[in-house]
Nanobody, 125 residues
Framework: QVHLVESGGGSVEAGGSLRLTCAVS????????MGWFRQAPGKEREFVAAISWSANTRHYLDSVKDRFTISRDNDKNTAYLQMNSLKPEDTAVYYC??????????????????WGQGTQITVSS
């Protein structure tokens, strides 16, 4: 079984910072791309940030560039999202997402993706 467990959510005033953590459990899964999405009330889920296995490639939603930083520690199977200068419009449930390969049997892998359960971020003005 593969699980993505998020932590670090909470409430903060505008201008504050939070750091989200996404821990991947399950030795059978190789997470090549890890990312974060968010969903505000009444809105569609949207992409926030993603990072490649080597961390050489990172992508961000335009509105969070220069404020959010995604990183990962492959030894710990963990990804992070450092969020600075938070704004009320960043309020949403944040979901961790991972794409990669899951070991099925022997040396056979299958493409897979997984989602975390979500963690609430509330930014007050």
């Amino acid at each position: 079984q593969v699980h993505l467990v998020e932590s670090g959510g909470g409430s903060v005033e505008a201008g504050g910072s939070l750091r989200l953590t996404c821990a991947v459990s399950g030795r059978t899964f190789m997470a090549y791309i890890m990312g974060w999405f968010r969903q505000a009330p009444g809105k569609e889920r949207e992409f926030v940030a993603a990072i490649s296995w080597s961390a050489n490639t990172r992508h961000y939603l335009d509105s969070v560039k220069d404020r959010f930083t995604i990183s990962r520690d492959n030894d710990k199977n963990t990804a992070y999202l450092q969020m600075n200068s938070l704004k009320p419009e960043d309020t949403a449930v944040y979901y961790c997402h991972a794409e990669g390969l899951t070991l099925v049997s022997g040396s056979t892998y299958t493409p897979s993706e997984y989602w975390g359960q979500g963690t609430q971020i509330t930014v007050s003005s």
